[in-house]
């Protein structure tokens, strides 16, 4: 199977993390890292693409993987890194999805990927 590296973050606000909207469900926002990009950039790039927030990567969150699906229809092992990112000011309407700011609490219903969420969740009973 093959792998696809991508990179993304979570934006917290006080008890909210923001989070992209596909359908009914929610996923952190990220996207594949392009050739001669480095994962920081890439994730930077993909949350202005994703939800219109210009941001600062303020810490590197770690690393998960898990089964997904390409645009294709190829199944792929996808490993994300993940950050922790700060606002520095909305530039623009997101150009790829929908994004909305979602209570801690309701993140384990809303959240499509359970891999996702887990990782959010320990990450945040680890910071906070």
């Known amino acids: 199977m093959k792998t696809v590296y991508t990179a993304g973050g979570m934006l917290l606000q006080d008890d909210k993390i923001l989070l992209v909207q596909q359908g009914n469900v929610f996923v952190l926002p990220k996207g594949h890292i392009e050739t001669g990009e480095t994962k920081e950039n890439a994730a930077v790039r993909e949350l202005l693409e994703e939800?219109?927030?210009e941001v600062e990567i303020i810490e590197y969150c770690g690393q998960l993987s898990r089964p997904s699906t390409e645009k294709t229809g190829e199944a792929v092992n996808k490993v994300i890194d993940i950050f922790l990112m700060k606002i520095l000011r909305l530039t623009q309407q997101p150009t790829d999805e929908k994004s909305q700011w979602i209570t801690l609490a309701n993140i384990t219903s809303c959240m499509k990927y359970v891999e996702e969420r887990e990782f959010?969740?320990?990450?945040?009973?680890?910071?906070?």
């Open 51 to 53: 939800t219109g927030y």
């Open 120 to 128: 959010v969740l320990k990450y945040l009973a680890n910071k906070y």
